[in-house]
């Protein structure tokens, strides 16, 4: 069946964010009263905030009562939300607005299917809102990748049939999630990682208009 649909996932195809996650996590460990280092943060890649607070805490053998756990998730979620809404179109990757303008010109669905509740923040920020026809994020789903939802909810609200959408993904989960929903996918990155994917491209530079007019005829 033609392919009349993408789906973009956000962190790490249209924008790279990782680097405020760290920036605040950073920030709340030296108040601990210790610190965290890059290599570190690579730990919390893909892990729930929760989970992640977790990690920290581990790394700078501190303890917390759980009521001060919810004040300190907060206050880093505060202080990422600073960082990101700072964010302008430089922070697009490479080629993501010719990819975005192309696909809009030819009338194919745009989706955006993220786990960050903070997703439309960063569109906004961005200003790239408006090329996108449904908007699936964490604020909408339960259920975390590698589960399917949150591709299958952009697809019932593109109107689409699984099969004919594509996902853009960088994560092994996010490939995952795309397959087990029965659509195809590109990912970004590293082949080995996400050698599930039915296309690979190191970069965003290197998924050109080209490729993708071939694949939705």
Avoid at 169 to 180: F, L, P, S, T, V
Wanted: with cysteine; hydrophobic share 40%; aromatic share 8%.
């Amino acid at each position: 069946m033609n392919k009349t649909a993408v789906i973009f996932d956000l962190d790490g195809v249209i924008v790279d964010t990782a680097k405020y996650h760290y920036l605040a996590w950073r920030k709340l460990a030296n108040k601990l009263g210790f610190d965290f280092t890059e290599a570190q943060n690579e730990l919390l890649k893909g892990v729930s905030r929760v989970k992640s607070l977790e990690i920290l805490l581990d790394i700078g053998k501190v303890s917390l009562s759980d009521k001060e756990k919810e004040q300190y998730m907060f206050e880093k979620n505060e202080n990422y939300l600073s960082y990101i809404s700072k964010m302008d179109q430089s922070e697009l990757l490479p080629n993501m607005k010719s990819l975005l303008e192309h696909l809009k010109n030819k009338g194919v669905a745009i989706a955006l299917g993220s786990a960050s509740k903070n997703a439309k923040l960063i569109l906004d920020t961005t200003k790239i809102t408006s090329y996108f026809d449904a908007i699936v994020d964490g604020n909408k789903v339960a259920a975390a990748k590698p589960d399917p939802e949150v591709f299958l909810l952009a697809a019932k609200l593109l109107n689409k049939n699984p099969n004919e959408c594509i996902v853009v993904e960088d994560a092994q989960a996010g490939i995952q999630a795309a397959n087990d929903a029965k659509m195809m996918s590109i990912g970004i990155g590293d082949k080995e990682i996400l050698k599930e994917a039915t296309y690979v491209f190191e970069s965003t530079s290197a998924l050109t208009n080209d490729f993708l007019d071939k694949l939705i005829k």
